[in-house]
């Protein structure tokens, strides 16, 4: 998982810490709300990462037949 999650990493938190700024300059959104929403960015980012990795596994872990072709 982690080596999903360093692929995008820098992007990933670029975009959570541009958005949280932009929130803060730009509303009036109170401090705490926007806390609250980078701490649930990051969290999606990990969730995120590691969905990511177990499709990868998934993908890589298929055969090349059919599903059904090899239980016969």
């Known amino acids: ?17 541009l958005m949280c700024l932009g929130l803060y300059w730009k509303t009036t959104i109170p401090i705490e ?13 990990v969730i995120g990462a590691a969905w990511a990795a177990r499709l990868k596994r998934k993908i890589g872990a298929r055969t090349d037949g ?4 090899n239980k016969l």
Not at 1 to 17: D, G, H, L, N, S
Request: no cysteine; hydrophobic share 60%; aromatic share 18%.
């Open 1 to 17: 998982m982690w080596e999903q999650y360093r692929k995008t990493a820098i992007w990933t938190q670029t975009f959570i810490v």
């Open 33 to 45: 709300a926007i806390l609250l929403l980078f701490f649930t960015m990051e969290v999606g980012a």
């Open 66 to 69: 059919l599903p059904l072709q």
